[in-house]
């Protein structure tokens, strides 16, 4: 019987300005393990080789950069870019290694990387949009993967997923996309999202809009109702974590009590209000006259 070898897909996942959550949120992946995804295809006829990722390879140093390297020689492999990218001076806020006593910053890196690359995958919103990495006053000059892009004229067909983490699903599910669909068949937002993941607004898929319609509103932190006036950003954050959930598919921001914070969207942080504040001359998307926000 033959039995025919599955067609193997470089990945290379390099690391900005993080703070390593996304590395990790995705590394606990359930569906797939990441033990299917590391050792077994991710899909039928497709197996993931994870050429370089900080977390979980095994080379450093000198070999770790020449793998790097000898790989990148190649076109074809999906490149994974976890968080922001540093300009000022030249990127040297945030070093990806060393090659004959020159350091190597990740915006040398991604310029290098990026062009012959199959796609490119921002993942989380440091990568995707700046996120906290960018926040003011940003003395770093933290910039997302679109903005590098544009700047430096790479036409490199370019997936935003965005999340602070991300979830695993959003991740490897889009992999899995590309794979069976093609690259020219995802359907991508205006800003480079998957609308399989980011296609509709949290609060649209809220447990808690029923109350939001009933115009019943927490007041605190534990109480019965929606959290719009503590802040929740679900009425402007387009996800699905009402329906995906986290942790084994157990519980959720919302579910927990806690408002959604909007980490999924191109203003966050700075520009999607403080966490527990409610969102200022908002027209919410739904009946206002029914939901009118009490005084407080």
Same mark, same amino acid.
């Given at each position: 019987?033959?039995?025919?070898? %599955?067609?193997? +897909?470089p990945?290379i996942?390099?690391?900005?300005q993080?703070c390593?959550g996304? !590395?990790?949120s995705?590394l606990c %992946?359930?569906?797939p393990?990441?033990?299917n995804v590391?050792? =077994?295809?991710?899909?039928?006829?497709?197996?993931?080789?994870?050429?370089?990722h900080?977390?979980?390879m095994?080379?450093?140093g000198?070999l770790?950069?020449?793998?790097?390297?000898?790989?990148?020689?190649?076109?074809?492999? +999906?490149?994974i870019i976890?968080?922001a990218?540093p300009?000022?001076d030249n990127?040297?806020?945030?070093i990806?290694?060393?090659?004959?006593?020159? *350091?190597?910053?990740?915006l040398?890196?991604? +310029?290098?990387?990026?062009p012959?690359? &199959?796609?490119v995958i921002?993942? @989380?919103t440091?990568? !995707?949009?700046?996120?906290?990495? !960018?926040?003011?006053?940003n003395?770093?000059g933290a =910039? %997302?993967v679109g903005?590098i892009?544009?700047?430096? *004229? +790479?036409?490199?067909?370019?997936?935003?997923?965005p999340?602070c983490?991300?979830?695993p699903d959003?991740?490897? @599910?889009t992999?899995?996309?590309?794979?069976t669909?093609g690259l020219e068949? #995802? =359907?991508?937002?205006?800003?480079?999202r998957?609308?399989t993941?980011y @296609? *509709?607004l #949290?609060h649209?898929?809220?447990p808690?809009?029923?109350?939001?319609?009933? @115009?019943?509103?927490a007041?605190?932190?534990?109480?019965?109702g929606?959290?719009?006036e503590?802040g929740?950003?679900?009425?402007?954050?387009y996800a699905?974590?009402?329906k995906r =959930?986290?942790?084994?598919?157990?519980?959720?921001?919302?579910?927990?009590?806690?408002?959604c914070?909007g980490?999924?969207?191109?203003?966050?942080p700075?520009?999607?209000?403080d966490f527990?504040?409610r969102i200022?001359d908002?027209? &919410?998307p739904?009946?206002e *006259?029914?939901?009118?926000?009490?005084k407080?």
């Amino acid at each position: 019987m033959n039995i025919k070898k %599955s067609t193997v +897909i470089p990945v290379i996942n390099i690391q900005g300005q993080n703070c390593t959550g996304c !590395a990790t949120s995705t590394l606990c %992946s359930e569906y797939p393990s990441i033990k299917n995804v590391l050792l =077994q295809d991710i899909i039928p006829g497709f197996k993931l080789e994870f050429i370089f990722h900080p977390n979980i390879m095994t080379a450093s140093g000198n070999l770790a950069i020449e793998i790097l390297e000898n790989t990148t020689k190649e076109k074809g492999y +999906i490149l994974i870019i976890d968080g922001a990218i540093p300009t000022n001076d030249n990127g040297v806020y945030c070093i990806t290694g060393e090659k004959d006593g020159r *350091k190597l910053t990740m915006l040398e890196e991604t +310029i290098k990387l990026a062009p012959n690359a &199959v796609v490119v995958i921002a993942l @989380g919103t440091c990568a !995707a949009f700046g996120g906290i990495a !960018a926040g003011n006053p940003n003395p770093t000059g933290a =910039q %997302s993967v679109g903005d590098i892009f544009l700047t430096n *004229k +790479i036409k490199t067909p370019l997936i935003n997923v965005p999340g602070c983490p991300p979830h695993p699903d959003w991740l490897f @599910g889009t992999v899995e996309e590309v794979l069976t669909k093609g690259l020219e068949n #995802i =359907q991508l937002d205006d800003f480079r999202r998957p609308k399989t993941y980011y @296609g *509709k607004l #949290i609060h649209e898929n809220c447990p808690n809009r029923a109350y939001f319609d009933e @115009g019943k509103f927490a007041r605190k932190l534990g109480d019965e109702g929606c959290l719009y006036e503590l802040g929740c950003k679900g009425s402007i954050t387009y996800a699905d974590c009402p329906k995906r =959930q986290w942790n084994g598919r157990t519980n959720w921001a919302i579910g927990s009590g806690a408002p959604c914070n909007g980490c999924t969207s191109p203003e966050y942080p700075d520009f999607v209000g403080d966490f527990y504040e409610r969102i200022i001359d908002l027209e &919410v998307p739904a009946n206002e *006259k029914k939901a009118k926000i009490q005084k407080k």
